[in-house]
């Protein structure tokens, strides 16, 4: 892991491998492990990039609202201070599909190609807003145990906790020791993004779009959706998954990725 100091806050970024670089961006409240699957199969002649983003796993906490757009411009900047000139594969998994929105928006340069994971392109509607501000003001007053019981139940399909029952307890533990602030401050974000549904018809990069078979969160026919909206995205369902599918299918979801890879131009 490498520091990376931005202009107001320290980031924890991996960077392993050596090739064409692909940037993996974590869900929310995670970090950069939950693509420990990947980092290890990623096929030769790739870069992987996998930061904690701020608040998350070993980075630091800004308070207040951390916004979609700031997340995207720190991935500006952690590919700036690494010297990555060459265009960028993005893979983002749910909050990480809500920070491509935005990166595609400022940094659309930077660009390879998309991989959209278990996320969406709308805005939250204001029963999602005011869950999230329950789960806000719970976290605050009593700390993280509130966000884990609520969220890991929707995160994994229900097979998952007996098939990977190690790794879904590792990311319970995590959301346990996530800091109750940056918690806070990430949820404001996730509440005030835009609707980006209109933007998509112009996203001109290859494109994969990967959705869990069982994803509580984000549905198939939700996906489904975004695909079709992105000019000749490649739409896909993982068996056996719920939200977090790369971590619950990862052969699947691997084997989608080095296909996708490979039919990338140079």
Same mark, same amino acid.
């Given at each position: 892991?490498?520091?990376?100091?931005?202009?107001?806050?320290?980031?924890?970024?991996?960077? *392993?491998?050596?090739?064409?670089?692909?940037?993996?961006?974590? $869900?929310?409240?995670?970090?950069?492990?939950?693509?420990?699957? *990947? %980092?290890?199969?990623?096929?030769?002649?790739?870069?992987? =990039?996998?930061?904690? %983003?701020? !608040?998350?796993?070993?980075? *630091?906490?800004?308070?207040?609202?951390?916004?979609?757009?700031?997340?995207?411009?720190?991935?500006?900047?952690?590919?700036?201070?690494?010297?990555?000139?060459?265009?960028?594969?993005?893979?983002?998994?749910?909050?990480? !599909?809500?920070? /491509?929105?935005?990166?595609?928006?400022?940094?659309?340069?930077?660009?390879?190609? %998309?991989?959209?994971?278990?996320?969406?392109?709308?805005?939250?509607?204001?029963?999602?807003?005011?869950?999230?501000?329950?789960?806000?003001?719970?976290?605050?007053?009593?700390?993280?145990?509130?966000?884990?019981?609520?969220?890991?139940?929707?995160?994994?399909?229900?097979?998952?906790?007996?098939?990977? $029952?190690?790794?879904?307890?590792?990311?319970?533990?995590?959301?346990?020791?996530?800091?109750?602030?940056?918690?806070?401050?990430?949820?404001?974000?996730?509440?005030?993004?835009?609707?980006?549904?209109?933007?998509?018809?112009? =996203?001109?990069?290859?494109?994969?779009?990967?959705? !869990?078979?069982?994803?509580?969160?984000?549905?198939?026919?939700?996906?489904?959706?975004?695909?079709?909206?992105?000019?000749?995205?490649?739409?896909?369902? =993982?068996?056996?998954? !719920?939200?977090? /599918?790369?971590?619950? +299918?990862?052969?699947?979801?691997?084997?989608?990725?080095?296909?996708?890879?490979?039919?990338?131009? +140079?």
């Amino acid at each position: 892991m490498k520091k990376i100091r931005l202009a107001d806050v320290e980031l924890e970024v991996l960077d *392993q491998g050596a090739g064409r670089p692909i940037l993996f961006v974590h $869900g929310f409240p995670l970090d950069h492990s939950m693509w420990n699957a *990947q %980092l290890a199969a990623l096929p030769s002649g790739w870069r992987a =990039i996998a930061p904690d %983003l701020r !608040g998350c796993g070993r980075s *630091q906490v800004t308070p207040g609202t951390v916004s979609m757009e700031q997340l995207a411009d720190d991935l500006a900047g952690v590919l700036d201070a690494l010297e990555v000139r060459e265009p960028i594969v993005y893979c983002g998994l749910s909050m990480g !599909g809500y920070v /491509a929105w935005q990166f595609i928006k400022k940094h659309a340069a930077r660009l390879r190609g %998309l991989v959209l994971c278990d996320t969406r392109s709308a805005a939250d509607t204001p029963e999602a807003v005011q869950s999230r501000m329950k789960m806000l003001n719970h976290v605050l007053r009593a700390g993280t145990t509130y966000v884990a019981e609520a969220m890991m139940p929707r995160l994994f399909a229900p097979e998952s906790f007996q098939r990977i $029952g190690g790794e879904t307890e590792r990311i319970r533990r995590l959301i346990l020791s996530s800091s109750p602030e940056a918690i806070a401050a990430t949820l404001r974000g996730i509440a005030a993004r835009p609707d980006s549904t209109p933007d998509l018809g112009s =996203i001109a990069v290859p494109t994969l779009v990967v959705v !869990g078979e069982h994803d509580a969160i984000t549905s198939a026919d939700e996906m489904r959706g975004v695909a079709a909206a992105i000019p000749g995205a490649q739409f896909e369902v =993982i068996p056996d998954a !719920g939200h977090m /599918a790369p971590m619950e +299918n990862p052969p699947v979801f691997n084997a989608l990725l080095a296909v996708f890879l490979a039919r990338l131009p +140079n």
